[in-house]
């Protein structure tokens, strides 16, 4: 929802009222507080105070002194409080209007929330008083002038150790406006469901400004003011609920008020605790808001009742449905609608419809749980957000009191072993008496029968019934309970066993089941089981185990059986012997371990030793696959196999001997291996840098030095036999050639050959005069390696190589033309890869042999330039100057305000301008910027206020130095 368009004269009436207030409120900072307490363990509290600052006094809160004395005069001391976390705002103003919490600080008033914790172990079981005070109490309409702020609280730890205070649930510190009718609630609640009861108590101060067991807590109200009907200035209006809580008035004067709410709590008649709320209700003069109202819609109650005093009346355990509507008389309101339904109504559901509306309709849904039982007052926050005069967020709190009254249950069905007892706990009333249903053990069996809670011993599963007194509404005052007695069951793993590796085994307790009796089976460890959960699951062990299982009836541990069976398991055996190949007439010796209570068995029987051995001998006439399987009864039979390859030991020769020129290649085409059958030979020449793969039997040899070659022919498994080859090799060196050189591109460069050849040829073929020339002129257009290859007499070669480098192209980019404006002059710049230059002509140029002169000719002019690189390549290029005789000016059409590069928006020229104006107006034709300044902008503000995204009007009147005026208006688009 988009917040109304503030007029002028409204926000200088909000402004004004902001200083009706009192003035006297802003010389201190203490808006008011409370102190509630919560129970951790034994003896063991946890204090916490809320305390509420006024934004416009003095900085800071605090330190606040923990102090405590009990009934018999004893007190103590806690030390300062700790501060938990940092404050937050808790007065509720309009989006975009400032607070005096607010940085920089607004004119309308603000409040902070502090919070402070102590834990204390009290020395004794006594009733105590705690309390905290600090100076610079906040004066008021209502109270005297006093200095200093005082809080405490009271809890009987004696009569109801373990208890926690009330809290509060509705943040304090509401605005209201002057004679309209208020309702306001503080949502008290007790986290122990005990009943509470409400009274207004005078602002009080400490008179003795330490911890003892007589601080000097006094009235500071007011004598013209009474705590019955006007506590601050109501025209005695003010009307306090004593069960709920809800005040009720309507304000008759302008400015803050104190008022301090007391919240009892009480416990089977029994006063165990209070706690106080300190707080100032700020009343707003010359309001323009309207107070919404709230109603009950009491045909959409179900399952409730409404009592004489106008509560809601429902049961435990049974749902719960009402609706309200929220109205204001102010159709502009846009109302919103909250509760506390989450603190005292666990699991409930509010259902909003038409928020932010005048009249919003809200559903309640809850099924309250068995202990969700008494009073449980639902405050219902109303809220107008339309934001109407004066700039503050007005709201209202309404109570609906919910009653949950109980039902009588026991707790709960329960399962036992044979000869355990169980505790029974009825709910639901004060008196009770038991009986049991037929079929079970006798009433005998339990500890009393008009108790609250027996203890039952039945032999068997028994069904017990309770009668209470509590004869509500509700009509239930009867339940039943189930104790069931589940049997042990009866079972047995049997005995210990062997089994083998890789074997499955399955397992099984024999487990008989009882009738209506469900079981949890447990195996430990679940190592090898298929199923750790089932009376038979099957075990595939790796090694020996000892299960043990577990079998709980109905799921109770304290009943179960328990058996053990040991698994013993043969680990088989180990065949270390791979795959593997031996020369002819070798034997192999088998290597296998593993348990001897195997039978082994070997397959085939060619050259074993014997074949029922563990690990015999094998000397093979051939190539076998030999299996071994290893046999035990009950088992599957476990096989392994390796293969024997038998294989030759070769005969070789590597050939004749030979003589070759320097650099010349031949294949030894001469090598033989014998027995030729043979198809898994390794080759190996040794050394073999000169071949172009040492591992053929038929590798190519290049002539690079002489070499005696050693050629071996072996077997995978190590069965060879070598044979030597002697090769000579001519070593020629009968050539120069002329020096590598560099080249410009387009360039050419004469090479020259000497020395004893007879005939040469150049490579690459390409820009080269002649490839078989002495002396060959070559033009590359790339840096180019040429090698020449020369035959003497003998046909041996000899083979150099010159470099031919081609340097880059000289290279200058500069743009055709340019334009300057008067005034401005142009920076040449044409990049490139030169470093010399010279330009001409050199009129209206800063210099002539740099490579960026400034340029600033009076006419149009046209500059060449000529460039030569560090290897005296040479390019030109020119570019003509063109001049403007007259300035130009213009304003970009949108911007965006903050650090980019256009936040702000200004005119833009080429050339000497002088501006007269340049004006930038909103919509409504409000000024919001004006300068004559070319280098001043609009940053988007107004009065240092940021201006919102839209479309603005510029006005901008400029003259050249020709005496041109220029004049030019249109629309800017504002961007965030």
Not at 192 to 201: C, G, K, T, V
Not at 487 to 512: E, K, Y
Not at 684 to 694: C, E, I
Request: net charge neutral; glycine share 6%.
């Amino acid at each position: 929802m988009s917040m109304k368009k503030l007029s002028l004269p409204y926000l200088l009436t909000a402004l004004l009222f902001a200083f009706l207030l009192p003035a006297t409120v802003k010389a201190t900072h203490c808006a008011g507080g409370e102190l509630t307490y919560a129970w951790l363990h034994d003896s063991t509290y946890q204090f916490t105070l809320h305390f509420y600052r006024d934004c416009s006094g003095s900085p800071g809160a605090g330190p606040f002194p923990l102090c405590y004395y009990n009934a018999q005069g004893q007190s103590f001391s806690a030390g300062n409080m700790a501060q938990v976390g940092q404050p937050v705002e808790v007065s509720t103003s309009c989006p975009g209007y400032s607070t005096t919490c607010s940085t920089p600080a607004g004119v309308y008033p603000g409040y902070q929330e502090y919070i402070y914790t102590a834990t204390v172990i009290l020395p004794s079981k006594s009733q105590w008083t705690f309390y905290t005070y600090l100076g610079n109490r906040n004066t008021s309409i209502n109270t005297t002038n006093q200095p200093y702020f005082y809080i405490d609280c009271m809890l009987d730890n004696l009569n109801a150790q373990g208890q926690s205070s009330p809290y509060f649930s509705v943040r304090p510190v509401p605005y209201m406006c002057i004679n309209q009718p208020y309702s306001y609630n503080n949502g008290a609640i007790d986290p122990n469901n005990d009943s509470l009861a409400y009274e207004m108590i005078a602002p009080r101060e400490i008179l003795n400004i330490s911890c003892n067991s007589n601080p000097g807590a006094n009235s500071i109200l007011l004598a013209n003011f009474n705590l019955t009907n006007n506590p601050f200035p109501t025209g005695n209006t003010f009307v306090l609920s004593p069960t709920l809580g809800q005040m009720s008035f309507t304000p008759s004067q302008a400015g803050a008020s104190t008022v301090t709410i007391k919240v009892k709590k009480y416990r089977n008649g029994l006063l165990i605790g209070t706690v106080l709320r300190d707080i100032q209700l700020v009343v707003l003069g010359n309001c323009n808001a309207v107070q919404p109202t709230l109603s009950t819609i009491s045909s959409t109650v179900t399952g409730a009742i409404t009592d004489t005093l106008g509560r809601l009346l429902g049961c435990a355990g049974q749902p719960l449905h009402f609706c309200f509507d929220s109205k204001s008389s102010d159709t502009s309101a846009r109302l919103v609608v909250s509760s506390n339904n989450a603190v005292i109504a666990p699991g409930s559901t509010l259902t909003y419809n038409n928020t932010y509306a005048d009249s919003v309709n809200t559903c309640f849904d809850w099924t309250p749980g068995i202990l969700d039982t008494g009073v449980r007052n639902l405050i219902v926050t109303v809220k107008d957000s339309a934001c109407h005069n004066p700039g503050l967020l007005m709201q209202q709190a309404f109570v609906i009191p919910i009653y949950i009254a109980p039902i009588t249950q026991i707790l709960k069905d329960t399962t036992i072993c044979p000869y355990d007892s169980v505790k029974l706990t009825a709910v639901g009333g004060s008196s009770f008496t038991w009986t049991v249903l037929p079929g079970g053990s006798s009433l005998s069996t339990l500890s009393c029968t008009n108790c609250k809670s027996p203890v039952a011993r039945p032999t068997m599963t028994t069904q017990y019934v309770v009668t209470s007194n509590n004869l509500s509404y509700c009509n239930r005052n009867k339940d039943t309970v189930t104790i069931t007695v589940v049997t042990p069951a009866n079972i047995s793993a049997g005995p210990d066993t062997t089994t083998c590796i890789n074997n499955s085994l399955q397992l099984n307790i024999n487990l008989v089941p009882s009738p209506g009796t469900t079981y949890n089976v447990k195996w430990t460890p679940s190592t090898y089981l298929d199923n750790d959960s089932i009376p038979n699951p099957v075990t595939t062990p790796k090694n020996d185990m000892v299960y043990y299982v577990k079998v709980a009836p109905n799921g109770l541990s304290a009943c179960a059986s328990y058996d053990t069976i040991s698994v013993r398991v043969l680990q088989g055996y180990k065949l270390y012997t791979p795959d593997t190949a031996i020369c002819a007439g070798s034997t192999l010796n088998v290597n296998l371990l593993g348990d001897n209570r195997y039978n082994y068995n070997w397959t085939p029987n060619n050259g074993v030793s014997s074949t029922t051995d563990m690990a015999p001998s094998i000397t093979p006439d051939t190539s076998h696959l030999y299996t071994v399987t290893a046999s035990y009864p009950g088992c599957r039979d476990s096989v392994s196999k390796f293969f024997l390859d038998l294989q030759p030991i070769p005969t070789v020769y590597a050939g004749p001997d030979q003589t070759l020129c320097y650099g010349d290649t031949m294949t030894l085409r001469w090598t033989t291996v014998s027995p030729s059958s043979y198809p898994n030979y390794i080759y190996d020449w040794n050394p073999g840098g000169a071949l172009n793969d040492p591992a053929k039997m038929f590798p190519l040899f290049t002539a690079y030095a002489d070499a005696t070659l050693t050629f071996t022919a072996s077997t995978p498994a190590g069965c060879k036999a070598s044979d030597d080859i002697k090769l000579t090799v001519k070593r020629p060196k009968f050539m120069t050639v002329s020096a590598d050189t560099l080249l410009c591109p387009g360039d050419t460069a004469q090479l020259h050959v000497t020395g004893d050849a007879v005939s040469v040829i150049w490579n690459p073929k390409s820009y080269i005069s002649n490839d078989t020339s002495f002396d060959p002129t070559v033009y590359p257009t790339a840096t180019t390696d040429y090698t020449v290859v020369g035959r003497d007499k003998d046909n041996c070669a000899d083979t150099l190589d010159v470099n031919v480098t081609v340097k880059p192209m000289a290279v200058i980019n500069l743009p055709d033309s340019t334009t300057i404006f008067p005034g401005e002059s142009y920076q040449m710049d044409p990049g490139g890869n030169c470093l010399y230059f010279s330009w001409f002509p050199p009129l209206g140029l800063s210099a002539t042999n740099i490579p960026n002169p400034l340029a600033l000719p009076s006419v149009n002019t046209r500059y060449f330039v000529k460039g030569t690189t560090e290897y005296g390549c040479i390019v030109n290029d020119s570019i003509d100057v063109f001049v403007s005789p007259e300035s130009f000016i213009d304003v970009p059409n949108a911007f965006a305000p903050g650090t980019g590069p256009n936040n702000k928006i200004m005119p833009v020229h080429r050339g000497n301008v002088t501006l007269k104006s340049f004006i930038i107006y909103n919509r409504w034709g409000s000024k919001m910027f004006e300068t004559n300044r070319l280098d001043d902008g609009w940053d988007g503000r107004f009065n240092g206020q940021t201006q919102p995204m839209g479309v603005y009007v510029y006005m901008v009147e400029a003259v050249t130095p020709t005496g041109k005026r220029f004049y030019k208006q249109g629309n800017i688009t504002l961007l965030r």
